[in-house]
C-alpha cells in the first residue's frame, strides 16, 4: 500500500465526491477512481458504495478504514518531520578527496599523444 492511495482516500471521504477529491489531488478523475479500486483490491473489502453517481456513500469497513489512513498517513508525516529535523543537524561538513594516483593510472584517450 502507498501513501498515495491512502491521501485518495482521505480526500474522497472529505469530500463525499469523486470530482472535487480528484480535482483537490490534481488528479484525472479516471485516475483517481483507479486509485480507489486497486486500494479496495488490495485490502480485499469495499469502502465505497457506486450504487448511486451524485452521492458517494462508505460502507462500514470504509467508514472504519478512514480512520486508520488518517493516523497511518499523520505518523508519517510525523516520523519523516522528526527524521528530517533529526538529520538536518547532524550533517555538518561535506568533503572531497582527490588523488594523484587516480590520474596516473588512467589510460590516455586514443586522441591524445604522448
Known sequence: MDFKKLECFI???E???FSRAADNMFMAQSSFSS???ALE????VVLVNRD???DVHFTKEGSSFYEYAVATLNGYKNI????RNSSSNSIKNIGLFYSSRLRRNRKRPVSESP
Open 35 to 37: 486509485q480507489i479500486k
Open 52 to 54: 448511486n453517481k451524485r
Open 41 to 44: 483490491e488490495e485490502l480485499g
Open 15 to 17: 469530500e463525499k465526491n
Open 11 to 13: 480526500a474522497l471521504y
Open 80 to 83: 519523516r518531520n522528526q527524521l
